[in-house]
């Protein structure tokens, strides 16, 4: 639904318009399940190989597959290879080179002010995409 909702907006008021929208509603979605999902899962904060629970959790809700390349304390790389929701994205890949990301982040952030995400490769929503590499990071005192 927040696909359809950020495709309409796209078309209606245009990518910059929709987007500076959209990052507002997925930030208060990340912040406000951040707390529920950390307490459900039972994850340390300061500890990325813990927080990436979350991802899989997420994951497994969305029916999104993929693998962890790397998981640690520090850093925590997951290789998403498929996602069902790619061929309707396509041609509007920035949803989840920004949109997706502001969620992740939002999320991570209100458990781990420290954390950081870049997401990488040829995604799947764009032409010709292999998979979408999320990597987690956190600094640790």
Known sequence: MIIDIYVFLKGF?????????????????????????ARYLGVRPDDMAELAKIQDLEDKLFGVRGYWEERDKHIAKKLE??????????GNSE???I???????????????SYSL???GKLLSEYGGTGCLFIHKIKVN
């Not at 008021?13 to 999902?37: D, H, K, N, T, Y």
């Not at 069902?84 to 396509?90: C, D, E, T, V």
């Not at 982040?105 to 781990?112: G, K």
């Open 13 to 37: 008021l245009g990518q910059s318009r929709a987007i500076e929208i959209m990052r507002r509603v997925m930030r208060f979605l990340g912040r406000i399940r951040a707390p529920l999902m």
């Open 81 to 90: 290879m498929f996602c069902p929701f790619a061929q309707k994205l396509r």
């Open 95 to 97: 949803f989840c080179h």
């Open 99 to 113: 949109l997706v990301k502001e969620f992740e982040e939002a999320t991570f952030r209100s458990i781990n002010s």
């Open 118 to 120: 870049t997401i990488d």
